[in-house]
């Protein structure tokens, strides 16, 4: 009397892209004659590795059935999404699936538990990612970063760091500064600024400089870059 929990197959966006979060879906069905219990949730796990099979994982995550899952049915399949996957840049690259990787099925065959599938070919794109942090300036260039609050009139200095978190170039480009008053209105002009091109993994940093309205709606400013 046994069930037998396989993975059928784990399907891998297309194309498959470097550095960008996509979506796995693993498949995994029931090959044995008898139903598969849950008394407690049932883990698959998936890994992906780079060079070698056999390597540590560069990435890799868990997803477990939900309390109470009814038992698989024999010839059943259910599919686990996992989410937010990151494929390293160069192939080839070894994605692992497991079913009942911390082997909590009673009875559970465990025939073939496991399936890899290859990748030799992975797209770049460059990924932006945009981090900001707020400082005010005196009058000897001082910056005062973080302040409990912003002066009127005063100078507001708006730090960019930006960084291509993708694996292929990205172009020259424009960065934007928008500020909005407590009613969502802008204030001023927004500024912007040519934006060199990033080789991947690179990081710059600049700033914007912005004289502070006397009052506005709402007693309260937003800094969207």
């Known amino acids: 009397m046994a069930s037998d929990l396989q993975i059928q197959g784990i399907d891998l966006p297309s194309p498959v892209v470097g550095a960008c979060p996509s979506d796995v879906t693993v498949r995994v069905i029931n090959n044995g004659i008898h139903p598969a219990p849950f008394p407690v949730p049932m883990a698959v796990c998936l890994e992906i590795r780079t060079a070698s099979q056999d390597g540590p994982p560069a990435w890799s995550a868990l997803l477990e059935t939900p309390v109470e899952t009814p ?22 690259v070894f994605v692992k699936a497991t079913a009942d990787c911390t082997m909590t099925v009673p009875n559970n065959a465990r ?96 700033r914007f400089k912005t004289t502070l309205p006397i009052a506005v709606t709402g007693q309260s400013l937003t800094f969207e870059v």
Not at 71 to 92: D, E, I, N, W, Y
Not at 121 to 129: E, N, S, T, V, Y
Request: charged share 15%.
């Open 71 to 92: 038992p698989l049915q024999p010839g059943a399949v259910t599919k686990f999404v996992f989410k937010g996957v990151q494929f390293p840049c160069t192939p080839p």
């Open 111 to 206: 025939t073939a538990v496991d399936r890899v599938e290859t990748i030799t070919k992975i797209d770049g794109m460059p990924w932006l990612w945009t981090d900001i942090r707020l400082g005010l300036e005196d009058s000897t260039g001082f910056v005062t970063w973080s302040p409990a609050e912003l002066c009127p009139g005063a100078i507001a200095v708006t730090e960019v760091t930006l960084r291509n978190r993708g694996c292929a170039p990205a172009p020259p480009s424009d960065t934007a500064l928008k500020i909005r008053d407590g009613a969502g209105q802008a204030i001023g002009t927004p500024q912007t600024l040519a934006t060199q091109g990033l080789a991947a993994g690179q990081t710059i940093v600049f």
